[in-house]
């Protein structure tokens, strides 16, 4: 398997995300990243900080050099990035994505790509709370988890070039999952609590009689902190898995009716049993010991 | 109206709020702290530190000493030791508790409260993440909010009392509510949120294929951060706030409903509109600029 020092890199999409790739593979030392952005200043301030070496505003020309192709687009303009680039990509590369949701990508793109090129599906879960190249950091990657979704068609090399690259630029974890695995996973861990957070805040705000700047502790500040989204990218991710993420609201939808009828109820023992198993499936989840309040 | 430094203060348990209020008093200079409570080993331990001058597992001898009584015990507990205490309190005297609910209290204690004791509604909007006097601190008031609810019987000075208390302390702001809208608003700033997190990690965490953990977030957590709930006290919070808290959480269903309709029907536009309302609605509540993600 080759060093990722050694191959020549393009990242599409100098955003958030593909800006942070460029930062971390230049501190790896990689000797040749070249930056696809439609946006031009972008491109130039890259350069001019040496955190690419040229700046393409359409992707022909670095593509076809490069030996890993790091897609750093919304998954709708990543497949179509990907399709519309299929002969333009280096016979033997490797063209690797970020996208949050997996399945409809991987159908999308393994049904029209050539033998000479092998796509492997990746979702780093790292992020920030701004967009845009300026909030990007080599560092959004230190501990966090790496998501794999091989293929059959990959191989074994390609999948290893995207996971040592990962734990190179510091992620604590890489994890192979199918891609509907992935889907149904993340529906729950991170697209629920967006729509939850979305629909909290809504629902707190209401009919507020202009004096709820009074009534607001911590705790609907943390829990309605995501709900401050980007609403185009997550409407993307969230229509695109409906699938598995349908039945999760509405898995979630029981639980609220479960807790809401235990109040109305007064059926206490039921409501301490509910708050009981909370405390312990989150003890699970962060090994924190439970913070009462 | 007195200064609260020349009363004598009967703090009746020495809990996290409890102690927080014997340690904040005896910062402002309070001459005399008295501290009543079950547990022996307290109330030496926040004698033997200062914070309080005596101690008292019983409450006769103190509160028939006190000038002001603050009542830090759980909802029911504090109307119950309010009855049953009705006829040892000092004549004169300005009885206040720390409820996060209050109708039902204020309902309850104004029935069978004798004209020549003045009690006080009040709800300090403030707390920390454990329990217990070795939890409790001055700080916990410093820009917290406080809430009171005066009862038409109150004397003037009885409520300024506690609110030159609640300012004394540290508190940012002292609002004037009735138990009603203070019961109403507290359902869906701080009730509602609780139910919500205590669901949302039930839902998150459900058949998580045992790989939950490379699927964990930023955002999960903090979501479901206050689902690390003291059960006993919320249960309780929750279920004698049913009234005003059941519509609460049903207007939330179904703002989750309408998310779940649009995700599942592929409704970009109407997606996009109920999650930039969110980012404005929470930008309205806490005033930060939204961050993307």
Redesign the interface.
């Known amino acids: 398997m080759p060093d990722i020092r050694d191959l020549t890199v393009s990242i599409v999409g100098l955003g958030l995300i593909g800006g942070s790739y460029a930062k971390g593979l230049r501190r790896l030392g990689t000797r040749r990243i070249l930056g696809v952005d439609i946006d031009r200043a972008t491109l130039d301030k890259a350069k001019a900080s040496g955190v690419i070496d040229e700046g393409f505003d359409s992707p022909g020309k670095a593509i076809a050099e490069s030996d890993l192709v790091i897609v750093g687009l919304y998954p709708r303009l990543a497949v179509d990035f990907v399709k519309a680039n299929l002969a333009g990509f280096k016979p033997g590369c490797v063209v690797t994505d970020v996208s949050g949701i997996k399945a409809r990508v991987l159908g999308e793109v393994m049904a029209v790509i050539p033998e000479s090129i092998d796509f492997v599906g990746g979702h780093p ?1 790292a ?5 845009g190249y300026d909030h990007s950091s080599a560092d959004i990657f230190t501990g966090a ?1 790496y ?1 794999l979704t091989p293929h059959e068609r990959n191989r074994k090399e390609s999948v290893d070039l995207v996971r040592e690259m990962a734990l190179a630029l510091g992620c604590r ?1 890489v ?1 192979e ?1 199918s891609p509907e ?1 992935h889907d149904r ?2 529906a ?3 697209q ?15 009919g ?2 202009g ?7 911590g ?14 990218l ?3 991710l ?2 695109s898995n ?1 699938g598995p ?2 039945p ?6 029981e ?6 009828v235990a ?2 109820s ?3 023992e039921g ?2 049993a ?6 312990r ?6 090994g924190n010991a ?4």
């Open positions: 879960m992020g920030g709370e701004s967009l988890s998501l974890k994890r999952v695995v996973i993340i729950r861990t991170s629920l609590p967006h729509v939850v957070a979305s629909a909290l805040i809504a629902a707190a705000a209401s507020s009689d004096m709820i700047d009074c009534f607001l502790g705790g609907l500040r943390d829990t309605t902190r995501i709900a401050d989204i980007n609403g185009k997550w409407s993307e969230l229509i409906s993420l349908v999760c609201i509405e898995d979630f939808e639980k609220i009716r479960k807790l809401r109040i109305g007064g059926d206490t409501l301490e509910i708050f009981a198993d909370a405390m499936l989150r003890e699970g989840l962060y439970p913070t009462l309040r």
